[in-house]
């Protein structure tokens, strides 16, 4: 099963701005867009973002997503200690009728 | 509010079988597709299949096709995953999660299966 390609890890300071990626192909986030999720060490998964960049309420003003292409990023500005989880984008493969994830990104705020 | 109780950790041993729940509540069950998804100790999200309790039209990722089986009664709003003979490598924590605009909008507290002799 074709899934998404995300870096491992991103390191950056507090205050600082974070851009993370996802790479898909046209079937996925070329196609559907991407969806953003973000996991808490013993927690379960919580969106951030869907279709790009549409925010379930609730969800802060600093976390924001956009597609260029096949590739979608997840912008977190104004890093705080809260920020440090793992990241996980996901899309809806239409060609594999199948739902993909990312392998995760691993965000420390140091 | 939305919401999707799981039913509490198990443990299992190799060649038992197992049916985990998911209830929904604060929306319309039937209207929304429900994902089950597998994280291994440490590791990251996998996709195992979908069902969409109106029809029960289900469909699985070719990772788990033949190895779990999703259903649905939609009376009680719930979701099931099951087993039919568990193995070893499946321990890990199962989360279902409530579909929206192609993405888990709402997502269970996690279900902990272990498997162990």
């Known amino acids: ?110 | 509010e939305v919401q999707l109780v799981q039913s509490g950790a198990e443990v299992k041993k190799p060649g038992e079988s197992l049916k985990i729940s998911c209830k929904g509540s604060g929306y319309s069950f039937t209207s929304y597709w429900i994902g089950w998804v597998r994280q291994m100790p440490g590791k990251g999200l996998e996709w195992m299949g979908i069902i969409y309790p109106g029809d029960s039209d289900t469909r699985y990722s070719p990772s788990f096709q033949g190895q779990v089986t999703i259903s649905a009664d939609k009376s009680i709003s719930t979701a099931y995953l099951q087993w039919s003979s568990l193995k070893a490598s499946d321990t890990a924590m199962y989360y279902c999660a409530r579909l929206e605009q192609l993405a888990g909008r709402n997502w269970g507290q996690g279900t902990l299966v272990t498997v162990s002799s």
């Not at chain 1, 808490?40 to 919580?46: C, E, S, V, W």
């Not at chain 1, 925010?55 to 292409?69: H, N, Q, V, W």
């Open chain 1, 1 to 110: 099963q074709a899934g998404l390609t995300q870096p491992p890890s991103v390191s950056k300071g507090l205050r600082q701005t974070a851009t993370l990626t996802c790479t898909g192909n046209s079937n996925n986030v070329g196609n559907q867009g991407a969806a953003w999720l973000q996991q808490h060490q013993g927690h379960p998964p919580k969106l951030l973002s869907y279709r790009n960049n549409n925010r379930p309420s609730g969800i802060s003003e600093r976390f924001s997503a956009s597609r260029s292409g096949n590739t979608a990023s997840l912008t977190i500005t104004g890093l705080q200690p809260e920020d440090e989880a793992d990241y996980y984008c996901s899309a809806w493969d239409s060609s594999l009728s199948a739902w993909v994830f990312g392998g995760g990104t691993k965000l420390t705020v140091l």
